[in-house]
């Protein structure tokens, strides 16, 4: 049986959701990129099974906080490791944020279609650090 990690990405704008996959389609070790729209579909996502390697989770979503998704990852013994990229415009209403362990970045969604370039470049020494993480626990 074959191991692929997956990077989650939990995004409810298509348009930024689009822009991320598009950016960070090339990614090491085989990874893949999943995009689910919320909160429910990702705790789905992460219980049925083990090969996310990372998440990406946008704090403002149609039902409800990022952060709630982050702290109940935190909450599941399986799950409270696995490192967590936060996109936000703004944060000032989560300063827990960066208290939380298994939050590896915060970073701010760009605010123009260009701007995503730069941030795959941005995350992806911590998306190829967590696939490669997930890959040797696999093996």
Same mark, same amino acid.
């Given at each position: 049986?074959?191991?692929? &990690? ?10 930024? %959701?689009?822009?991320?996959? @598009? ?18 579909? +990702? @705790? ?7 090969d ?7 704090l ?7 952060? #709630? ?6 909450d599941q013994? #399986?799950?409270?490791?696995? &490192? ?6 703004d944060?000032?209403?989560? &300063?827990?944020?960066? #208290? ?21 470049? +941005?995350?992806? &020494?911590?998306?190829?650090? %967590? ?5 040797y %626990?696999? @093996?």
């Amino acid at each position: 049986m074959s191991f692929t &990690p997956r990077i989650l990405l939990v995004e409810d704008d298509p348009q930024d %959701a689009f822009l991320v996959q @598009q950016h960070l389609s090339d990614l090491p070790y085989g990874g893949e990129l999943l995009g689910v729209s919320g909160i429910h579909e +990702a @705790q789905a996502r992460l219980m049925e099974t083990a090969d996310i390697a990372c998440v990406m989770v946008d704090l403002k979503l149609a039902d409800g906080s990022g952060a #709630t998704l982050i702290e109940w990852m935190l909450d599941q013994p #399986t799950l409270k490791d696995i &490192p967590v990229i936060v996109f936000s415009g703004d944060r000032s209403q989560h &300063p827990e944020l960066d #208290t939380f362990s298994n939050v590896a970045c915060l970073i701010q969604k760009p605010s123009s279609a260009s701007g995503y370039e730069a941030l795959a470049q +941005a995350l992806r &020494p911590i998306v190829s650090s %967590a696939l490669a993480r997930s890959v040797y %626990a696999a @093996q």
